[in-house]
């Protein structure tokens, strides 16, 4: 089976999805992803979607669980690179994704990782979505 490469940055992790998601990847990349929080005590996780066309509810409510699940291992989730499309596409689904933080690359991403990591819960380059 095909795995999302989960590359460490310091004190974050880099998930840059490059294949279209179906609902197994999404399961084992949730897998993946808070084994290797849990092993790196990693402090942050920026996931880069601009690859991404087409993103469900099931997607969705997976990138909901991952932020979810890291928070619960003491890291931030950042989603990145999130097309128009697909933000009005989980709008009109109703997905609020709690908990899921956006920013529109993976600089500003990387900042707002950078600033909650220090404190400072920074607005000016990202928002809850």
């Known amino acids: 089976m095909e795995k999302i490469p989960i590359l460490r940055m310091g004190d974050f992790l880099l998930v840059t999805i490059q294949v279209d998601m179906h609902d197994r990847l999404a399961m084992a990349l949730q897998d993946d992803l808070t084994q290797k929080i849990s092993e790196t005590s ?3 996780v920026l996931i880069d979607i601009s690859s ?9 409510r997976m990138l909901g669980n991952i932020a979810a699940m890291s928070r619960v291992l003491d890291a931030q989730t950042v989603v990145v ?3 128009p499309a697909v933000a009005i596409t989980l709008v009109e689904l109703g997905m609020s994704l709690p908990g899921v933080r956006t920013a529109l690359n993976v600089d500003a991403g990387m900042e707002l990782l950078r600033e909650s990591l ?12």
């Open 118 to 129: 220090n404190g400072h819960e920074g607005i000016r380059h990202g928002s809850n979505f």
């Open 81 to 83: 690179g999130m097309r």
């Open 42 to 44: 990693a402090r942050g």
């Open 52 to 60: 991404l066309e087409i993103v469900d509810s099931f997607i969705g």
